[in-house]
């Protein structure tokens, strides 16, 4: 079983950069695959970034690509996204997920094995 809590969301003005987090345990987090999705109000949850079990290599959605950044530090057990440049349209709650198959690597929400409770961006015009 793999608990994720995520923290950091708040309310930021566009053009604005914030920083959320992700906090694993309950499994060796270096053997994870792990993800950033988000999901604003009426829409489906979205793919935004994913990060290999090494942090070696990265994937990002175009909406994103250039503005934000994920990382990991397997030694804290934590998961990040910063995102810069931040616009009305990134408002959603931002959930981080744990992928068992550490090569898997994938932008699919569906093969995501564990979900954390989301954090609540807002980015005011």
């Known amino acids: 079983q793999v608990q994720l809590v995520e923290s950091g969301g708040e309310l930021v003005q566009a053009g604005g950069s914030l920083r959320i987090s992700c906090a694993a345990s309950?499994?060796?987090?270096?053997?994870?695959?792990m993800g950033w999705f988000r999901q604003a109000p009426g829409l489906e949850r979205e793919f935004v970034a994913a990060i290999s079990w090494s942090g070696g290599t990265t994937r990002y959605a175009d909406s994103v690509k250039g503005r934000f950044t994920i990382s990991r530090d397997n030694a804290k057990n934590t998961l990040y996204l910063q995102m810069n440049s931040l616009k009305p349209e990134d408002t959603a709650v931002y959930y981080c997920a744990a992928d068992l198959n550490s090569a898997s690597f994938t932008t699919r929400a569906d093969h995501y094995d564990y979900w954390g409770q989301g954090t609540q961006v807002t980015v005011s015009s």
């Open positions: 309950g499994h060796t987090f270096s053997r994870l695959a």
